[in-house]
């Protein structure tokens, strides 16, 4: 069946530091990769999204690569705020029939001032 | 107005109990879900109605009942409440497209005294 593996968290950096999420895949198909974010005491919401080899997702100066060869969807994000403390989860949805997204465990990202 | 709402927003109650949880989804979307997530804020998929039509029944135990009175609405019924049922439990609804996306409600934080 489909799995997402992502790395554990939590992650703490510096505002203004590097951030990489690492996200890892196995699935039938053609899936579509997605990353979801989830700030405190609030549902998840869709932060990027890429449906084909090589595509790349971008939003919030964020941004993730669609990579078949090595079933990745690393997440980056070249200087994080303090706003951006939030846990991210990996996910991918089945390329056919009904939608069922599968999840990572999610990674728990803390930014210091 | 809020896309996809749930209530009660906390839930206390002592184990055996008998309690629900209502969504509503104001997005016109066909399909609709229940999470859960727990303390490590795992997320893991419960069940997806379509069109009022149950269509994904993971292992859950029968205690836990969904009900679709319309395409809008996805109650979840839990009987007997367990210790092990405190969690998180999100609704969400899917926009249908062929990448669509995932829109969640607030969650519901369920306690099991």
């Known amino acids: 069946g489909n799995s997402v593996t992502q790395m554990e968290g939590p992650v703490t950096l510096s505002e203004e530091a590097f951030l990489t999420i690492n996200c890892t895949y196995t699935?039938?198909?053609?899936?579509?990769l997605f990353w979801y974010v989830q700030y405190p005491g609030e549902g998840l919401q869709l932060l990027l999204k890429?449906?084909?080899?090589?595509d790349k997702g971008s939003n919030k100066g964020f941004e993730a690569t669609y990579r078949k060869e090595t079933t990745s969807f690393h997440l980056e994000k070249g200087s994080v705020q303090v706003s951006d403390s939030a846990v991210y989860f990996c996910?991918?949805?089945?390329?056919?029939?009904?939608?069922?997204?599968?999840f990572g465990i999610g990674t728990k990202l803390q930014v210091i001032p | 107005d809020t896309a996809v709402s749930q209530t009660p927003k906390y839930l206390v109650t002592q184990m055996g109990n008998d309690k629900s949880i209502k969504c509503e989804q104001n997005?016109?979307?066909?399909?609709m879900y229940w999470y859960k997530q727990d303390s490590k804020k795992f997320l893991k998929i419960m069940f997806s109605y379509n069109n009022k039509e149950l269509i994904i029944n993971e292992t859950v135990p029968n205690r836990f009942s969904p009900k679709s009175p319309d395409k809008a609405h996805l109650n979840l019924h839990i009987n007997s409440l367990e210790l092990g049922d405190s969690a998180v439990y999100f609704c969400a609804s899917w926009s249908g497209s062929g990448a669509g996306e995932l829109f969640f409600g607030e969650g519901s934080r369920l306690t099991v005294l």
């Open positions: 996910a991918l949805s089945n390329s056919g029939g009904y939608q069922k997204v599968t």
């Open positions: 890429a449906t084909k080899a090589d």
């Open positions: 699935a039938t198909g053609y899936p579509s």
């Open positions: 997005l016109g979307h066909d399909t």
